[in-house]
């Protein structure tokens, strides 16, 4: 009888080892199955990476071989006529506002950083506003334009009409690409006009610095601003045609 007891004691303890084994080998072939999933998503986002590099720099080729020919069609037409002089000048001021060349001049550099003070009051505050966000670099850069900034850069990225400023996770987008604190942006106009515009009381440095937000603001004789580096594509706006033309 004991004999007995013993043999289903030890049945019933195989039994259970079996489905144990059995759950664990299903746990472990879903998890392989589930890595083997993310080891080919992560594959195919590595092909969409490369693709978009490598079209990114077929397109920046592109752009280098369009500013050959148009140096050698400005040499040309300078040779040419005093009428030719005239345009490529207009077409000199129109890539200054477009950012599609370098600029230098005066103006101010502004630095910008998280602020190191924490919330230490009994009253609840998000600490994203210990943080810098895109609205707070907007208001910097539209104080700077507002107090005739003619060039302005975000990082050395070159703000044009397309530019974006927008957050994107713990960065900052700028013409597509991500950017983390500190930001710098350089600001090419009249020195004492944009200083005096940030330093406005109640201004954007005053609602900055209530959060113990890092702003640096020098002033400097020669500034470079790059030009924009990306591509530009019209597609939906279209010259307006004159009638009669």
Not at 113 to 128: C, F, G, H, I, T
Request: hydrophobic share 40%; aromatic share 6%.
């Amino acid at each position: 009888m004991k004999n007995i007891k013993t043999q289903i004691a030890i049945a019933f303890i195989c039994i259970i080892l079996g489905i144990m084994i059995s759950i664990q080998f299903k746990s472990v072939k879903r998890n392989d199955s589930l890595a083997t999933k993310q080891f080919q998503r992560a594959d195919e986002l590595q092909l969409e990476l490369k693709k978009e590099q490598e079209n990114n720099e077929k397109l920046y080729k592109q752009l280098l071989q369009y500013e050959k020919d148009l140096n050698a069609l400005r040499t040309a037409a300078a040779e040419n006529s005093g009428y030719a002089k005239e345009l490529l000048e207009q077409l000199k001021r129109a890539e200054i506002l477009a950012g599609l060349t370098d600029v230098e001049g005066k103006g101010v550099i502004v630095t910008l950083d998280d602020s190191k003070l924490r919330n230490d009051s009994s009253v609840p505050v998000d600490e994203n506003y210990f943080l810098i966000h895109d609205e707070d670099l907007l208001m910097v850069i539209n104080e700077l334009a507002d107090a005739g900034a003619e060039a302005i850069s975000l990082n050395d990225e070159r703000l044009i009409a397309t530019s974006e400023i927008r957050c994107a996770g713990s960065t900052v987008s700028v013409n597509n690409n991500r950017h983390a604190t500190p930001f710098v942006i350089k600001a090419i106009g009249d020195p004492d006009t944009m200083v005096a515009a940030l330093n406005l009381r109640g201004g954007v440095r005053d609602i900055l610095g209530q959060w113990g937000i890092e702003f640096d603001v020098k002033k400097s004789n020669k500034i470079l601003v790059p030009r924009y580096n990306g591509v530009i594509n019209f597609k939906y706006a279209l010259p307006v045609k004159k009638e009669g033309k």
